[in-house]
């Protein structure tokens, strides 16, 4: 069977791979790319834990096919930091504590930075609703709650 | 498997004629997790979204044509469309999280023909008209007769739907969608309501569609039920005759998310609090 050939930009840099046709974004992200930091919770669009910014737009990387990221920008977790400096949302993670295993932290901050860039004054109910896809089993989400509501509000008043 | 990317309609449907096991992606929502479950084997996926018409949403003859590879968080973006068919967006609103409504299209809820699916009552309330593209040309159905039973569609080999039309909204018209659902967020409908009605000028209803969801195999169109509505204010008497009309009219089964009883009994209640809030609309209120 034929592989496919893929050109696309990843974290601003062109990128080529081979892949099956029915591989996801999830699986070449991972085990073509070595970007280990999308994660796969469910495969079924259900957890969030893998979730990437595709041409602007908060996706699962477990439910697009990688054939289908020929020509488009994917944004991964690997590429929110500014080389040793953490974006906003990961450094105020890391103060309020607002992970515990971490498993799910990465699609919550990719999420929550596509919120923030939509909407840098969401409410917290906003904020709940934007977050509704991805599952946290440690937290029970006050934390990340917490912490979203101070990064937007440090944001607004830096910017 | 092979993964192809038509750039034309007709393309697709050369593509999709060709190879009765090829499968048309349009968000994958529900695609990608059925490849995975192994519940199917297509020979091939035709993904549509490089097709221009298929990705845009325009507005067309005083309605609006929503492309089938659409995702439905691009029309909730639309707020011109959100403003004339408030149920319909509301509806594509409530399926899935974030991350599903950046790819999840309306066209591809309709043809995964779930009974549940929330999107198509609300769309069947709103008159809205599937376009089919074939081997044969392309063809107008309305969004009632695309599905058939559960996981079922009329879609001939070869067809595919390429757009979804909303007709003109109607002057003093109010649409609105809501479902059951044990919590408020990230379920499958237990029952889904759709209401379109139309007002005079003295605030009774000359028109009305309704639709419901998840209590038969397929949507129902209560046809009965959009009379009890005609001529009334929408008033408490009207709305009692409204909700026994679409108990009736649905048709559930049991299963894990409800069984038959309290859903002929949840339709009624649905239906009612959904026509109070398409009546506001159709005034202005909402």
């Known amino acids: 069977m034929s592989q496919i050939h893929v050109i696309t930009t990843i974290n601003g840099d062109e990128t080529e791979f081979l892949c099956e046709a029915q591989e996801t974004l999830l699986d070449v992200l991972r085990d073509h790319l070595d970007l280990t930091g999308s994660k796969e919770g469910c495969g079924t669009g259900d957890c969030g834990a893998c979730s990437v910014i595709v041409d602007g737009r908060l996706v699962c990387a477990c439910l697009m096919l990688a054939g289908e990221a020929e020509g488009r920008s994917v944004e991964t977790i690997e590429g929110m930091a500014d080389g040793d400096d953490l974006h906003p949302l990961q450094q105020k993670f890391l103060e309020m504590a607002a992970l515990q295993c971490g498993v799910c932290t990465p699609g919550i901050l990719v999420a929550t930075k596509n ?14 609703y934007w977050l509704a896809g991805n599952l946290c089993r440690c937290t029970g989400y006050d934390k990340i709650i ?5 990064t937007a509000a440090d944001m607004r008043g830096a910017a | 498997m092979r993964f192809q990317s038509p750039e034309s309609v007709d393309e697709a449907v050369a593509l999709l004629a060709a190879d009765p096991e090829a499968r048309v992606l349009a968000g994958g929502t529900d695609l990608l997790v059925r490849l995975r479950m192994g519940d199917v084997a297509p020979s091939a996926v035709i993904d549509i979204k490089r097709i221009t018409e298929m990705t845009t949403i325009a507005q067309d003859d005083g309605g609006w044509r929503i492309g089938a590879a659409v995702p439905s968080a691009e029309m909730n973006e639309t707020a011109a469309l959100v403003t004339d068919w408030p149920g319909v967006t509301e509806a594509a609103d409530l399926i899935g999280s974030t991350q599903i409504q ?16 929330d999107s198509v009552p609300a769309m069947v309330a709103a008159g809205a008209v599937a376009r089919v593209a074939g081997p044969n040309g392309s063809r107008d159905v309305p969004v009632e007769d695309i599905p058939t039973g559960p ?12 757009s979804i039309f909303l007709p003109a909204k109607p002057e003093n018209s109010g649409s609105a969608y809501l479902r059951f659902i044990p919590r408020t967020e990230m379920d499958i409908a237990v029952v889904g309501v759709g209401i379109t009605l139309t007002l005079d000028s003295a605030g009774a209803v000359t028109a009305a569609k309704i639709a419901l969801g998840a209590v038969g195999p397929k949507v129902i169109v209560a046809g009965d039920a959009a009379k009890t509505l005609i001529g009334t204010t929408g008033d408490d008497p009207a709305l009692d005759a409204l909700a026994a009309a679409c108990s009736a009219a649905a048709t559930p089964i049991d299963d894990k998310r409800g069984t038959a009883e309290f859903r002929r009994d949840v339709t009624g209640v649905i239906a009612k609090r959904t026509a109070r809030i398409a009546l506001a609309r159709a005034k202005g209120e909402a």
């Open chain 1, 146 to 150: 917490r912490a979203v509501m101070d």
């Open chain 2, 151 to 162: 996981g079922q569609t009329s879609l001939a080999q070869g067809e595919l739907v390429t």
């Open chain 1, 115 to 128: 919120l923030l860039e939509r909407n840098p004054n969401p409410t917290e109910e906003e904020v709940r």
């Open chain 2, 102 to 117: 950046g790819r999840a299209t309306v066209a591809g809820n309709l043809c995964n023909a779930s009974p549940a699916a």
